[in-house]
């Protein structure tokens, strides 16, 4: 087999696998995104902070 045609067989496989890559790494950004922003909604700077020093309860 030539090189050309290795080389012509490996362009024509990687292609498609480049395509499905970015198409997944997209779908995981996206859904990384969404919980990220969701989380972000739910915090309160007070009482996270609280919870980190161990007490209970709402802001020292």
């Known amino acids: 087999m030539s090189t ?3 080389c012509d067989a490996f362009a024509s496989r990687l292609g498609p ?3 499905t890559q970015t ?3 997209m ?4 859904q990384s995104l ?9 915090l309160a700077a007070g009482r996270d902070m609280a919870m980190l020093r161990g007490q209970q ?3 020292a």
Not at 27 to 30: C, G, K, L, P
Request: aromatic share 4%.
């Open 4 to 6: 050309n045609a290795l």
């Open 17 to 19: 696998a480049r395509k």
């Open 23 to 25: 198409q997944t790494q």
């Open 27 to 30: 779908q995981m950004q996206t």
């Open 34 to 42: 969404l919980r990220f922003q969701q989380t972000a909604a739910t």
């Open 57 to 59: 309860g709402g802001p």
